[in-house]
Nanobody, 118 residues
C-alpha cells in the first residue's frame, strides 16, 4: 500500500521557520517527481514546489521563491524548508508524487496544517 505521510506542521509567528517532511512507503519513489501543494481556507489547492527524481531539479511557485527550499532523500523522504513565514503562508500542506512522464499527481498525503500568526 502506497503511503505519503506529512509531518512538521504547526503554529508559528511571522518570520519564523518550519521544516515539513514527507515519508514515502509502499513502493520506490526514486524516479518520481515529489511535490508540495497547499490549500488555504476558502481557496483552491495550489502548487508550491517540486523536485524531480532524475536529476533532482527543483521548481517553485513565485510567491515562495527565496524563502522555501525543497529537498529529497531519493528513495524515501522529501522535505520542505520554509523560512521567513508570513500569514499568507497559512494553509494545509500536502505532499504528492508523480510518476515519470505523467502529467497527473498519482499519490497524495493527508496534509499537515501550517498556521502563521502576525
Amino acid at each position: 500500500q502506497v503511503q505519503l505521510v506529512e509531518s512538521g506542521g504547526g503554529l508559528v509567528q511571522a518570520g519564523d521557520s518550519l521544516r515539513l517532511s514527507c515519508a514515502a512507503s509502499g513502493r520506490t519513489f526514486s524516479s518520481y517527481s515529489m511535490g508540495w501543494f497547499r490549500q488555504a481556507p476558502g481557496k483552491e489547492r495550489e502548487f508550491v514546489a517540486q523536485i524531480t527524481g532524475i536529476g533532482g531539479s527543483s521548481y517553485y511557485t513565485d510567491s515562495i521563491k527565496g524563502r522555501f527550499t525543497i529537498s529529497r532523500d531519493n528513495a524515501k523522504k522529501v522535505d520542505l524548508q520554509m523560512n521567513s513565514l508570513q500569514p499568507e503562508d497559512t494553509a494545509v500542506y500536502y505532499c504528492a508524487a508523480r510518476a515519470l512522464f505523467k502529467s497527473t499527481w498519482d499519490y497524495w498525503g493527508q496534509g499537515t496544517q501550517v498556521t502563521v500568526s502576525s
